[in-house]
C-alpha cells in the first residue's frame, strides 16, 4: 500500500466529538462573555450587579478561565479531532478515550471551576484562578488530551511533520509542563520569587498553549482553504523554532520594575523584542500564504483566520512594545494591557478557534450551517473588537500620563469613564457577534458547508506534489521529527523555567537573607483569614501589592517593594492591574471604620469610586461587619507593617548589606516610606495655601471628596457620617484658620476617618480650604468678661492637661491620647456648639461629657473662654 | 551575560538554519516537502468528506 492510499485509509474524523467540543465551547463563550459585560457595567454603574450576585472579583476569575479554558480549550479540542487524522494520516486514539476526555473537560474542570470559584473557592493567581483541587482535573484533561491526540503521530511515523503538527505536539506538551508549574509553584514558593512563575505561566498560558494551538490552525486552514500550499515551509520553521525558543523567555515582562532581579527583567524585554521579529516573520509567511485569496476571503473558516493573522501581528508588536521599559513605566497596570491582553483572546485567538470550527464545521454534511449568519457574526466581532481594544488602549495611555502626572487617583477613574461606557457599548456587536455564530451552527440546510467546500474545491490544484514534482516518499533526514517537536517543548520549557523562574528564585532568596530582619511576625490568625478573604473576591486584579521601582511609585507610594516584604506570601498578591491604587503599604494609612464603610458602601466615602460594595460581609450596616470584613480590615491594616516595624534602624542595616545592590539602594533610601497620599500624620510642616482659591473648583472638589462623609452642606451629615466615631464635623457651626485647614489637608486627622488630601494640588487644597471657611455660620461673639474669668479658672482646673496652656492641643497627656486634642488656636466652634460639645463629649475620643462635674454656669463659661484662643482670621479670597 | 547567550544563540542558530536552506538544494526540497504533502493529505480528506472524486477536481475549472 503506497502512502497516499494509506492515508485516505486512515482517515476517519470523529464528528460527535468535534459536534460536542464545538457546542460546548460556544455556550462557555457566551457565559464568559456574560460575566465579563456584567463586570464592565460595573465600572459604569458600580452598583449596577444585585447583591445575590458574586462579587466583581469572583466574576472575574470566572471571566478568563471561562474564555482559556471553556471557549478556547474546547475550540482547540474539537479542531485538533478535525485536524490531527488529516495531519498524521491516522485516527485519535479512541471515542471512549474522548467522551472521557470531553467529560473531564467540561464536567470536572468548568463546571466545578466556575461554581468553586463563584462560591469563594480560588486561587488568586492570573490565568490560574480555578482552585488546586480543579487543577488536578485540568492537568488529567491534559494528560487525556496527549494520549488521544500524539499517538497517532507516533503510530503513523511521520517522517515529515507539516508546521501545524510541530505547533499541536510542541503546544501539548509544553502546557502539560508549564500548568503545574504555573498553578502550584507560587503555592509553595513565597512572594517575588513565586511571581517569577507566575509570570512564566500567565506568558505561557498565551504563548505556549494558546498561540501553538492557533498558529496550527493558521497553517491548516489557509493552505485548505485556498488549495496552495504555504508560502514558505522553510520560514514558519524559523518561526516554530523562534517561538517556542523566546515565548517561554517573555514571562518576566509581567513584573518589569518589580523586585524580581533584573537581569531575569532583561533577559524578558530582550526575548519579547526577538520575539516581535519572528512574529513578523511568520505573519509575513502567513499573509503571502494567502495570495490570491483576496483581502476579505470568500471562504468563512479563511476569513476569520485571515483576520486573526492581522490581529497576531498587532498584538504581537503590541506586546514587544510594551515590553520596552520606558512604555512600559507608563502603560503598565493600565487598560492598555486589558486591550491588550483582548485583542490577544478574544482578536487573535478567537478568531483562529472560531476559523478552525467553521472549517471542520463545512466538513460535516450532517451538520446545520447558515453562511449568513457566519457572515453576520464576522462583521459583528471585527467591529466590536476592533472598537474594545482601541478603545482601551487609549484608556490605557490616559489613565498612564495622569498617574505620571501624579495626580489625584480618583481622576484617572473619572477620566477612564468615557472609554469605559464605550468598552461596554462594544460588547454588544462583540455579543451579538458570538450568538449569530452559534445560531449559524443550529440553523441552515444540513451539509450546505460542504457543498460550499466541493464548489470551492473543483476549482483547485489537482495534485500539488505532482505540480511540484514532488512524490510522498519520506525524505532520510528529520525521521524522528516528532519526538524532537516533543523535545522542543521539554527543553524550552527546561530553560525558561531555570533562567526565569529558579535563578531569581536564588537570587532573590539571597537577598531576603541579606535584608531581612532577624525575626519577621507571622499573620495572626485574623489577618491570615483576611488575606484569604482578599484572595476570594478578586482584590488583587484591582489592588497591585508591588511599589514599583520608578519615580512616579516612590513619590506615590513610598519605598519599593523589597524581596523579603513577600516573605510570607503563598501565593504573591503581586497583582497586575491597577484600577484603585496600590495597597502595599495600606497597614495604618486608614481608620479601621473608614475602611468597613468603604467596604460596605464604597461611594459613601469616596463620592467617585467605582469599588463595588461588599454590603455582604456586614451584618446591615458598616458598624456591623461580620468575621470576614473583620479579617479582612485586620489584613489591610497588616500590609507594609512588617517593613514599617524594622524602620529605620532594618533599613540602615539592610543598606549596609547590599551596598552594591543599585535597585535595593533605591528603596532603601526612598525618602518616605509610606508616601500614601491619604496617610494621617503628625501636625505641622503643611505648606501654606494660596490666598486664592477657586470658588467652582473648590466647590466641586467638596463633592467629589468630602461630601459623602461630611454631606452636601457640610453639616456633619453625610452618608457615611453615622459609621464614623468621630463623627464628621459639622462644618457650619465651625470657622478654620487657613493655616489649620492647611495642616489637616496636608495630614489628614490621625487616629479618626479623615484622611490626608496630599495629592491635591496646592491650587485644589487652597480651593478647597474656600469652600469649607463658606460653609460656616459661625459670628462673632460678644464680649463676655465674667464669664471669661470664670471660664479661665475651669479651663485651669479641667482642660489644660490635655489641650494645653494656651489652647493648643498640646497638654501634657495630649500625646497619650489616639486623637490630638482640639488647636483652638485654628479652629472655633459657635458658641452653642462648644456648650453641646462640652455637654456630650465627642464620641470615639477621649472627650468626656462634662456635665458630672461642671455646673450649666460653668460650662458656658469656659465654652466662652476656649472661643478666646481663636487668633486667626485670616480667610481665602475668591478669584 | 545571560541575554547575550540568547540574542547570540538565537541568532547563530537561525543563521545555521537559513545558510544550510540556501546553500542545499536537498535540504529545501525536504524543508519545503511537508507543506505539498499537508496539502495533498488535505485534498483527500475533503474528497472522502464531501465525497468528491479526485478525478472530477480541476475539470469543471478548465471548461
Redesign the interface.
Known sequence: MNQ?TE??AG?H?DTLLIRAHSYAALIALLISVTFGIILSLQFIFPDFAPQWLPGWGRLRYSHTQGIMFGWLGNAFLAFMYHAV???S?RTVTSRTLGLWLFGVWNLAVMIPGWILVLSGFSQPLEWAEFPMLVDVFVIVGLLLAACQFLPPFIRRGVT?????SWYLIGGLVFTLLSYPMGNFAPEFVPGAAGAAFSGLWIHDAVGLFVTPMALAILY?VI??AT????F???L???GF??LF??YP?NGTHHYIFSVIPM?AQ??AI??SF?LGVVVIIVVTNLLLSQRGAGIIPKDIGLRFVSMAVVFYLVVSVQGSLQANMSLNQTVHFTDWVIGHSHLAMLGFATFAGIGGILHAWQ???EVRYNAKAFEWAYWLLVFGISIMVIDLTLAGVVQGQLWQESTPWIESLQASRPYWIVRSLSAIPVAAGFIALLYGMISGKRGAG?DA??AS?????????AA?G?T?ES?R??KMSYVIACAAGFVFFVLSVS?LGLLPKQVLEQQTLAMAPGALLPYTPAQARGRDVYAREGCSYCHSQQIRYTDTDVARFGAPTLAWEGRLEFPHMLGTRRIGPDLSRAGGTRSADWQYAHLYDPRAVVPASIMPSYAQLFEGSATRPRRDAQDLVAYLDSLGRARELAYPEGDAAARLAVPDNRWAQMSLTAPMLNAHPARTQARGNAPALEEIGDIALGQSLWRENCAGCHGEQANGDGVAAQWFEPQPKNLTVREYSRSMLADILWNGVHGSAMPAWRDLSSAQRSALANAVQNFSTVTQEAPNPAGLALGASVYLDHCVECHGDNGAGNGFAAAQLPIAPTDFRGVRASLAERVRVLENGVQGTSMAPWTDRLSSNEIDAVAIYIGEFFTSTDRGTAP | ???SI??CG?LL??LI??IA?LLSPR??????????????????????????P?S??????ES
Open positions: 497516499a492515508y485516505k482517515i474524523v487524522p488529516v495531519l494520516g515529515d511533520l507539516y508546521v501545524s491548516f493552505p485548505a488549495g496552495r500550499p504555504i514558505s515551509h522553510f514558519s520553521m524559523l523554532w523562534g525558543f523566546l523567555l537581569e532583561l533577559t530582550l526575548a526577538l466538513r460535516m454534511p460542504a467546500v466541493v474545491r473543483l476549482a483547485q490544484e489537482t495534485n500539488p506534489l511540484h514532488e510522498l525524505s533526514g528529520l533562567l | 551575560m545571560i541575554t540568547i540574542v538565537s542558530l537561525a538554519f537559513s536552506y535540504i529545501r526540497t525536504q524543508v519545503e516537502r511537508p507543506k505539498l504533502q499537508f496539502l495533498k493529505q488535505v485534498q483527500d480528506f475533503d474528497e472522502i468528506a464531501t465525497h468528491v479526485q472530477q477536481q480541476g475539470q469543471q475549472n
